[in-house]
């Protein structure tokens, strides 16, 4: 089993970013999908979930309007849209998978997780 963050960087503060996490060896279809960030010093949080046929999705308040969660079930990724982000937004962001076809919040329920990527978010 493989999840693969890619997109993380440096952006500035009101930019846009677009991290994608690329799925393998499990059935994906069959797994809802989250991303969530561990910030410098904070704990892991959630930050947004979709479930298997996209039809559901949740976000951590503070990034509801801005972030967007999206799956393609054909090609096995899962991508996060970060629009306007703001400092507090600058975390590692983690790719997780739940098995599923129900969202969760709780990082203690995902089986499978990447490595990470790291967003920068400069003001």
């Known amino acids: 089993v493989q999840l693969v963050e890619s997109g993380g960087g440096l952006v500035q503060a009101g930019g846009s970013l677009r991290l994608s996490c690329a799925a393998s060896g499990f059935t994906f279809g069959s797994y809802a999908m989250a991303w969530f960030r561990q910030g410098p010093g904070k704990e892991r949080e959630f930050v947004a979930v979709?479930?298997?046929?996209?039809?559901?999705?949740a976000y951590l308040d503070s990034v509801k309007g801005r972030f967007t969660i999206s799956r393609d079930n054909a090609k096995n990724t899962v991508s996060l849209q970060m629009n306007s982000p703001k400092h507090e937004d600058t975390a590692v962001y983690y790719c997780?998978?739940?098995?599923?076809?129900?969202?969760?919040?709780?990082?203690?329920?995902?089986?499978?997780w990447g490595q990470g990527t790291q967003v920068t978010v400069s003001e």
């Open positions: 979709i479930t298997w046929s996209s039809g559901n999705t």
């Open positions: 997780a998978a739940r098995s599923s076809t129900y969202r969760s919040m709780r990082s203690s329920e995902y089986t499978y």
